[in-house]
Structure formats: structure tokens, C-alpha cells
């Protein structure tokens, strides 16, 4: 991932609504989610989720796909997983002895 891009990325995260919408994604990934349960789960009109769900697929964290009458919204996972590699490239200055409590609390994720 490039500076621009991780601005960018950075930029759509920095709104509690989208903040929310993509944690919310990333809980219901792969399977994803359809914009009017979204906004019922957000408690946000469908409307302005919209607004903020087209903010998040521009900086291409969220993906959707029409099924049926409705709209399915899918976290992007491996763009969220390059925008943390990419703050976390130079980590620790190569002492991997500091990164150690931050894969500790990575690796609890799959736990």
C-alpha cells in the first residue's frame, strides 16, 4: 500500500459512522451484511449509511454486491489488512522482541 492510499483509508475511518460500519463488517465477514440491517444495527437512516458506506468503497474498505432487492456489504479484509501492514511496516525498528504483545494480541483473535 502506497502513503496516498493509506491516507485515504485513514481519511474514510476517521467518522464514527464509518468507524462502526466497518467494525461491524469486519464481525459479519465473509458473509457480510445487507445495507438496511446495517443501518437497523448502526442506528443510522439508510440513507446516510449509504453516504458513508460509498465513502468507505471508495477508499476501497468495503465491497458490495446486489442479491436480490437488496445490497450486501462485505468488509475488504485484505485491504484493511494492508492498510495495518502498512503502518506497522517499520515496526520496532527490527527488534522483534517489542512486536511480541502485539502478535500476542493478534494471534488471540483466532483463538
Given amino acids: 500500500m502506497e502513503s496516498e492510499e493509506a491516507l485515504l483509508a485513514l481519511a474514510a475511518l476517521a467518522q464514527p459512522t464509518r468507524l462502526d460500519a466497518v467494525r461491524c463488517l469486519v464481525r459479519c ?15 443510522v437512516p439508510a440513507n446516510t449509511l449509504s453516504s458513508h458506506l ?3 468503497a471508495q477508499a476501497g ?3 458490495s454486491e446486489r442479491s436480490g432487492r437488496s445490497i450486501v456489504y462485505r468488509a475488504s479484509l485484505d485491504r484493511l489488512r494492508g492498510l495495518i501492514l ?4 517499520d515496526c520496532c525498528a527490527g527488534r522483534a522482541d517489542l512486536c511480541d504483545p ?6 488471540a483473535c483466532r483463538a
Avoid: K, M, S, W
Avoid at 35 to 40: D, H, P, Q
Fill in 29 to 43: 465477514a465473509p458473509d457480510g451484511i445487507a445495507a438496511g440491517v446495517l443501518a437497523e444495527r448502526l442506528a
Fill in 54 to 56: 460509498n465513502v468507505l
Fill in 61 to 63: 474498505l468495503v465491497r
Fill in 86 to 89: 502498512f503502518l506497522l511496516e
Fill in 102 to 107: 502485539l502478535l500476542a494480541d493478534l494471534a
